[in-house]
């Protein structure tokens, strides 16, 4: 059956509704397809008064505010309708007051040109849905407003079958649910709708546009190319697509939307795999900021998108809001529903930023009320109170090889007022490469002994935990237990095994053993459920970031609520250790112990490796010891970069066939990293080649010079850490970076940072700059839940989340009142980062 002139137009008006009423629903707006409508309305027997009425307000629609454009046109409804006899009698029923000398198209004022008829460009409009269609949806969709289907499968959504739920379920998919946290990975910019006459080379574009022709040809033995000519009243552009299914989809004659970037071929402008949709339909994919996901094999992003679409329309409203609105308001963020909406499908870019920053605060609302829960869980708890005796301190710090720094004295003074209090001590040292940090740890054991406690060292690797035993041992040789007996250190790790690790395990265990532990430094073997402590009233946990909460937690289980103290030579600026670390105290060890010559670091393009062997070599025959890092430890055909494994082969039998080399990389059993790692720090070979399992846990005063292959490829805090392994001597020590980045790109800025910065702080606060947090913290953080949406960086959202949680931890510190938060915030910190 055709459609009249007056569905057409009715159809339009809804189309222009949707939009916003910016007169976008057709190319020129509704004054330019004015002329064409009156002809085939007339042509119809349609009531001229009617189509003078409508063609008046159409002019007067497109001069008219934004704000006034609904009732201009809900009176054209109205008169489309036949409410009225004339025009007086519209205006004087519904108010509306036209524009001065307006006058219906078609009739120019003089000196005035009429717009030619074929500059509109108006859309196939199809017939309105029959009522009984219409009712029977709606009654579809009331019946399905039940918050329980959020967890449904995607299957009770229209047109999703077995195998398109089969698909969801490899994205991750499986409950109604996901798929609105489905997010999008990016935005297609589709928002600028342009006649075809005023495209440019390269632009991303939207055009309403008629079908004139389209065909296919095969280009090669599996390729096959779509052509279509696309038409609007300025001019014609081709459109092409490498999907010869395309063609199944698109009808010669019909008038739609198509959005995609413009391309340039043989001269001639076109329009490169454009998506498209009915002009009637409700933009999903065109005319907008289109979402672009994470896909699967068989599924396309069109499809994804209006799966998504669905379910939104359908069920976004049944989600519940955690977030309170008392901290909605307080903080201007959407309600969940309609930040959902923005995210997948936002009616412009500064909507979506609005919707992402409301997503980003609840992650890290949940984070900030995690790590403010945790602080005051703590605060509650009850520990053994040490007071610091000035004599016992002052005969521990006398007894020392060397002198304290003043950061060094400030921090044991931190350590030891909250080790007097009944609260459980818990405080982060973070400390550049050789701040010692180790020391401050040794006088706190000291305060702890004092008292008849024991204390515990967990350290990430065997060669670490050797040499935090070693250090412990002389640094507390002259501190003593209550009685005035020497304080006892032992090392428990994998490899102490038989009769000598049962008699640790009995000395921790046994307060009374003639041979019982004072001290006690080791790996993970440290809480494995066999061992025990009579009295645990300190915790050390080196290199705190290779550790999850639960492992710490293991440990300081071992006790009854024993003061802890975390250790980390990776330095993070102090807002983001505030967050990473709110149940923590922190304290800074910003000054260097005298008499450390700062390494002098330089980069180098690789075209200059060999003037840099000969200086190994030198150094080598002056007595010292060289590292040679790369990225990889085999080699890679994606990735160009060194191996370490192949070039140890090299380096072995090319360039120091004379020398002694060593091969060190992750993939090594525990033992035999601990064998080579410590024959080198013997002095047994002469150049360790290595990936940078020696980033911690290997010191070797001897080692002058680290050249780091493809240096590019690290971060900031992971070079530092590397340029570390050196320069803990008296000897002048070198740090040479291998490169091959262009000048001016942000790894060559990186490069040049390391160069001329070498506090740890400072470079902490550049990486941050460059890069984020993620080179840093990332996955490495194994205690903090992965964020969907958030970055750590945003610091005004970061430090609004945290305003929140604190207030409302001081009002609800258990989240009593708050049952659903607390549900979320249990669910986040299980480690899914998921808030959904």
């Given at each position: 059956m055709a459609v009249s002139a007056f569905q057409r137009l009715l159809r339009v008006l809804e189309l222009e509704e949707k939009q916003g009423w910016r007169n976008r629903a057709v190319i020129g707006g509704l004054a330019a397809m004015g002329e064409r409508w009156a002809d085939d309305a007339r042509q119809e027997g349609a009531d001229t008064r009617v189509v003078e009425m409508v063609l008046l307000l159409m002019v007067n629609y497109e001069e008219a505010d934004q704000e006034n454009r609904p009732d201009i046109l809900e009176a054209m409804r109205q008169a489309l309708g036949g409410l009225f006899a004339d025009l007086d009698e519209l205006l004087a029923q519904t108010g509306i007051r036209l524009g001065?000398?307006?006058?219906?198209?078609?009739?120019?004022d003089e000196g005035e040109v009429a717009a030619p008829p074929e500059e509109a460009a108006v859309a196939a409009v199809p017939p309105p849905e029959p009522t009984h269609v219409a009712e029977a949806r709606i009654r579809q969709q009331q019946a399905r407003r039940d918050p329980a289907q959020l967890e449904a499968s995607p299957q009770i959504l229209a047109g999703v079958g077995s195998a398109t739920a089969e698909q969801l379920a490899r994205l991750g998919i499986h409950r109604v649910m996901d798929l609105l946290w489905h997010l999008p990975t990016r935005h297609e910019d589709y928002s600028t709708l342009r006649p075809i006459a005023q495209l440019e080379p390269n632009e991303t574009v939207t055009i309403i546009a008629n079908l004139w022709d389209i065909r296919e040809r095969k280009v090669s033995m599996n390729r096959h190319l779509v052509e279509g000519i696309l038409a609007d009243a300025s001019g014609t552009i081709r459109a092409t697509w490498w999907n010869r299914f395309v063609r199944k989809q698109l009808q010669v004659g019909s008038t739609m939307r198509f959005s995609g970037k413009v391309g340039l071929f043989l001269g001639q402008k076109t329009l490169e795999n454009p998506v498209f949709e009915d002009v009637d339909e409700e933009m999903v994919a065109t005319g907008r900021l289109a979402p672009v996901y994470r896909l699967t094999e068989g599924l396309s992003n069109k499809r994804l998108r209006n799966i998504i679409k669905t379910a939104l329309d359908d069920y976004a409203d049944l989600l519940a809001d955690p977030l309170p609105q008392s901290i909605r308001d307080e903080y201007d963020l959407l309600d969940l529903p309609t930040a959902l909406r923005q995210v997948h499908f936002p009616d412009s870019p500064e909507q979506l930023q609005q919707a992402l920053r409301r997503l980003a605060f609840e992650e890290l609302f949940y984070l900030q009320l995690g790590v403010a829960q945790r602080r005051y869980a703590l605060r509650q708890a009850t520990a053994l109170p040490m007071p610091v005796d000035p004599l016992l301190l002052r005969r521990f710090t006398e007894g020392l090889p060397f002198a304290l720094t003043g950061a060094q004295r400030r921090v044991i003074d931190e350590i030891g007022a909250d080790m007097a209090r009944a609260v459980p001590m818990t405080r982060l040292v973070q400390g550049d490469v050789g701040s010692g940090k180790t020391v401050v740890a040794a006088a706190a054991m000291a305060i702890a002994a004092a008292h008849g406690a024991q204390s515990a060292l967990l350290a990430p690797t065997q060669i670490l935990a050797e040499q935090h035993h070693r250090s412990l041992s002389n640094l507390l040789a002259h501190a003593t237990r209550p009685d005035g007996s020497p304080i006892r250190v032992a090392l428990l790790t994998g490899r102490v095994t038989?009769?000598?690790r049962e008699a640790i395990v009995a000395g921790l265990r046994e307060p009374d053993n003639p041979d019982a532990i004072d001290v006690v430094v080791g790996t993970t073997a440290l809480i494995q459920e066999a061992v025990e402590f009579h009295n645990l009233g300190f915790v050390v946990v080196d290199e705190q970031h290779r550790f999850g909460v639960e492992q710490r937690g293991a440990l300081?289980?071992?006790?009854?609520?024993?003061?802890?103290?975390?250790?980390?030579?990776?330095?993070?600026?102090?807002?983001l250790a505030l967050t990473l670390y709110g149940d923590l105290d922190v304290s800074v060890l910003d000054e260097m112990p005298p008499g450390r010559t700062p390494v002098k670091t330089k980069r180098f393009y690789p075209r200059e490796r060999e003037r840099l062997y000969s200086f190994i070599r030198r150094q080598v025959q002056e007595g010292r010891q060289a590292y040679i890092v790369y990225p990889l430890v085999e080699e890679s055909e994606k990735l160009e970069a060194g191996a370490a494994t192949a070039e140890y082969e090299r380096l072995r039998t090319e360039i120091f066939p004379d020398l002694r080399l060593a091969l060190l990389h992750g993939r090594m059993s525990g033992a035999e990293k601990d064998e080579v790692m410590a024959a080198f720090a013997a002095g047994e070979y002469d150049i360790l080649v290595s990936t940078t399992v020696i980033e911690v846990g290997i010191d070797v005063p001897n080692a002058s010079i680290i050249l780091i292959e493809d240096a590019e490829r690290f971060g900031l805090a992971q070079l530092h850490q590397l340029r570390g392994r050196v320069g803990r001597g008296q000897h002048?020590?070198?740090?040479?970076?291998?490169?091959?980045?262009?000048?001016?790109s942000e790894a060559e800025e990186r490069l040049r940072a390391l160069e001329e910065i070498d506090n740890g702080f400072e470079l902490a606060e550049k990486d941050l700059e460059l890069r984020g947090p993620g080179d840093f913290l990332g996955t490495r953080q194994s205690g903090l839940p992965p964020l969907r949406v958030a970055q750590l960086s945003d610091m005004a959202t970061l430090s609004a989340a945290r305003e929140a949680a604190q207030a409302l931890i001081r009002r609800d510190p258990e989240l009593a009142d708050h049952p659903q938060l607390a549900q979320q915030v249990q669910r986040f910190w299980r480690g899914h980062g998921d808030v959904s």
């Open positions: 001065d000398g307006a006058t219906p198209a078609g009739q120019p038989g009769a000598e300081r289980n071992k006790g009854s609520q024993p003061h802890l103290l975390v250790m980390s030579a990776t330095p993070i600026p102090r807002s002048q020590s070198y740090c040479a970076l291998i490169s091959r980045v262009p000048a001016g």
